[in-house]
């Protein structure tokens, strides 16, 4: 059975790939760790960081998560089979050369909120993840979620998202890179991974009309059958 390693984003544990991985368990041996601090992973480390696949894996990564994938990717090429990158960006947080990420000011505003009271700023959050109109049980998901990561595993997170920045690595990629993004993301401009799609030799990318930055909630059924066809 093919193997199959999700990382999970910012601010909400692995538990929100649960319906995903509902429909892939049965072809899929699926594995989905938490990063530290988060659903009662208490072991708070300096970055979420995975050194070693010991055997190869379909490798699928949303946000934050994309973020470690392809770091993953160009870490070990041999042990990857190929990347699913969900709501993915190269670059999270804008540059005085990259307009695609995140207003300095805003995501600066957002740390402070998160240090001040990560319990208003994940309400925020959810509000954000769900999309410009979302559906009653992607809301309800995210919303039950939100209160699952400590406060410092929030800032560390942050603190990832603002340090990261992939844009020169990604053209050694030379793996099947399967993009998702949905037009109303309000996280992750779906303009990064149109980027990335310029950028990576081998990269296919599928972009939905709806469903905003966590929008494989509300497709998907059609999120997984394109992981079926990309393994």
């Known amino acids: 059975m093919k193997q199959v390693l999700m990382l999970h984003g910012w601010g909400f544990p692995a538990t929100v790939f649960s319906p995903l991985i509902d429909l892939l368990a049965a072809e899929f041996d699926v594995s989905a760790p938490d990063r530290p601090g988060y659903a ?3 072991v708070i480390s300096d970055s979420y960081d995975i050194t070693r696949l010991d055997s190869p894996v379909l490798l699928i990564g949303w946000s934050l998560g994309g973020l470690a994938a392809l770091q993953l990717a160009l870490r070990q090429p041999d042990k990857v089979t190929g990347l699913v990158l969900l709501a993915a960006t190269p670059c999270f947080v804008n540059r005085p050369d990259w307009t695609l990420g995140m207003d300095n000011a805003v995501f600066d505003a957002f740390r402070k909120q998160v240090t001040d009271d990560p319990a208003i700023a994940m309400q925020q959050f959810v ?18 979620l939100s209160g699952k990561a400590s406060a410092q595993a929030l800032l560390q997170g942050m603190s990832e998202l603002a340090e990261t920045d992939l844009r020169e690595a990604v053209a050694e990629i030379d793996l099947p890179v399967l993009l998702l993004h949905a037009a109303d993301d309000r996280v992750v401009p ?7 799609q310029e950028y990576i030799a081998n990269a296919r990318r599928l972009e939905f009309q709806s469903g905003g930055h966590a929008f494989f909630l509300q497709q998907t059924a ?4 394109h992981i079926r066809a990309m393994a």
């Open 40 to 42: 009662g992973n208490t």
């Open 127 to 144: 509000r954000l993840n769900a999309g410009r109109r979302p559906d009653r049980q992607s809301k309800k998901a995210l919303s039950d």
């Open 190 to 196: 779906a303009a990064a991974s149109v980027w990335l």
């Open 222 to 225: 059609a999120v997984a059958e």
